[in-house]
């Protein structure tokens, strides 16, 4: 019977998989849509809505090859990220490079923590195109205890999840547990049906102060809808 780590390593090889195939010159592996989920407006309205971001240090879990370090580094101090895919980590920092970023830290994750990042280091951690990978509750659950952990006094979890479902393709419960999943990053998806039960669990781990936007769906995504959550610590 598959259990968490059989999971976690399922998700380690597709990302390092995908990863590899990343490059300046094609990069749509692991994103997906890359250009376009930088031209989607609804990043700069709804996932850091209603808080002034300058002069904060922000952490992106799921950071990939740093799309999002890049796209946000004019509205904070420092973005930091944090990946699965130790190949992700080293594509990141050719694109930071790239694009002329010298301040930045990257940390690998066994995809269940944030064990290499300070407590109460972070003013901001936000995850987009995410957490709706990640069709293992526990394994959720884990995570965002500890973004708790690192994150200030006041400070910001936001991020994005699918919310509806897919239509004719089925994704998993919020509180399931599908360690058996044999693909990821798409392909076996959780999906928030019951907005109560992710505000509920939010405040049962101690955030504070939830706000959500139900919106369309962003690029080369087949959830119905996609819902934009921020709570503070």
């Given at each position: 019977?598959?259990?968490?780590?059989?999971?976690?390593?399922?998700?380690?090889?597709?990302?390092?998989?995908?990863?590899?195939?990343?490059?300046?010159?094609?990069?749509?592996?692991?994103?997906?849509?890359?250009?376009?989920?930088?031209?989607?407006?609804?990043?700069?309205?709804?996932?850091?809505?209603?808080?002034?971001?300058?002069?904060?240090?922000?952490?992106?879990?799921?950071?990939g090859p740093a799309r999002n370090?890049?796209?946000?580094?004019?509205?904070?101090?420092?973005?930091?990220?944090?990946?699965?895919?130790?190949?992700?980590?080293?594509?990141?920092?050719?694109?930071?490079?790239?694009?002329?970023?010298?301040?930045?830290?990257?940390?690998?994750?066994?995809?269940?923590?944030?064990?290499?990042?300070?407590?109460?280091?972070?003013?901001?951690?936000?995850?987009?195109?995410?957490?709706?990978?990640?069709?293992?509750?526990?394994?959720?659950?884990?995570?965002?205890?500890?973004?708790?952990?690192?994150?200030?006094?006041?400070?910001?979890?936001?991020?994005?999840?699918?919310?509806?479902?897919?239509?004719?393709?089925?994704?998993?419960?919020?509180?399931?547990?599908?360690?058996?999943?044999?693909?990821?990053?798409?392909?076996?998806?959780?999906?928030?049906?019951?907005?109560?039960?992710?505000?509920?669990?939010?405040?049962?781990?101690?955030?504070?102060?939830?706000?959500?936007?139900?919106?369309?769906?962003?690029?080369?995504?087949?959830?119905?809808?996609?819902?934009?959550?921020?709570?503070?610590?």
């Amino acid at each position: 019977m598959a259990n968490k780590s059989d999971y976690l390593n399922m998700q380690n090889a597709h990302y390092e998989k995908y990863a590899k195939a990343w490059s300046l010159k094609f990069r749509d592996p692991v994103v997906g849509s890359y250009d376009a989920h930088n031209q989607w407006e609804d990043y700069d309205t709804y996932l850091f809505k209603d808080f002034d971001t300058n002069g904060l240090v922000a952490l992106e879990y799921g950071c990939g090859p740093a799309r999002n370090l890049i796209e946000f580094q004019d509205r904070f101090a420092r973005v930091d990220g944090i990946d699965i895919a130790q190949t992700n980590l080293d594509k990141a920092k050719i694109n930071l490079e790239d694009a002329g970023i010298k301040d930045y830290k990257l940390y690998l994750t066994s995809g269940d923590n944030l064990d290499e990042v300070d407590s109460e280091s972070y003013d901001v951690v936000f995850a987009v195109i995410c957490f709706q990978h990640i069709c293992v509750y526990e394994i959720r659950d884990s995570i965002i205890k500890d973004i708790y952990r690192v994150l200030k006094p006041g400070g910001y979890l936001c991020f994005q999840m699918g919310f509806g479902g897919k239509e004719g393709i089925p994704t998993a419960g919020y509180f399931d547990n599908v360690y058996d999943a044999t693909t990821t990053n798409g392909h076996a998806d959780v999906s928030i049906t019951n907005e109560d039960d992710v505000k509920n669990h939010l405040e049962k781990l101690g955030y504070k102060n939830y706000k959500s936007d139900i919106r369309p769906t962003g690029p080369g995504d087949n959830h119905k809808n996609w819902i934009w959550i921020q709570v503070q610590k």
